[in-house]
């Protein structure tokens, strides 16, 4: 991945640039990690050879997952990287994927591979974004109040 930084702010933007066959989740929260970049959003555009999403089902408190194989285009992604509550960085994205028949398909991003590009833009806040368990979701959710 290639990462320049765009402003000096706050806020703070960045530009990444994935390679071929490079995994986004994982090289998103690496680079944040590396970076100790604080509470963040980012939107991004390319394509994926191959990505599984997900779909929360509420009562299970567990993500179906949703597999996309095959070369689609990122038409959108958006999320934001926050504290995961335990010392680490959480990415936290959702993506629309468009099929070369022009269908789509959509959710929560768990894991995807990009081919052959995937150009994000990275706003950072100048303060950590904490989040917290939620009992009754099962999810870590952003804690404002942090």
């Known amino acids: ?22 995994e986004v989740v994982s090289g998103l929260t690496d680079w944040a990690t590396e970076n ?5 959003s980012f939107t991004g555009v390319g394509a994926f050879t191959e990505a599984t999403l997900g779909y929360y089902d509420l ?21 934001d990287i926050t504290l995961d509550g335990q010392g680490g960085w959480k990415v936290h994205g959702h993506v629309v994927c468009g099929r070369r028949d022009g269908s789509t398909v959509g959710g929560h991003l768990l894991r995807a591979v990009v081919r052959p590009t995937l150009e994000l833009v990275v706003t950072a806040s100048d303060r950590h974004l904490q989040r917290r368990q939620d009992a009754a979701s099962g999810l870590a959710l952003i804690d404002p109040a942090a």
Do not use: N, W
Request: proline residues 10%; aromatic residues 4%.
């Open 36 to 40: 100790q970049i604080p509470g963040s």
């Open 59 to 79: 009562d299970r408190q567990e993500y179906d997952e949703i597999p996309v194989d095959g070369q689609v285009e990122v038409l959108v992604l958006a999320g």
């Open 1 to 22: 991945m290639k990462a320049a930084t765009l402003t000096d702010g706050p806020p703070v933007q960045h530009v990444l640039v994935f390679e071929p066959g490079e």
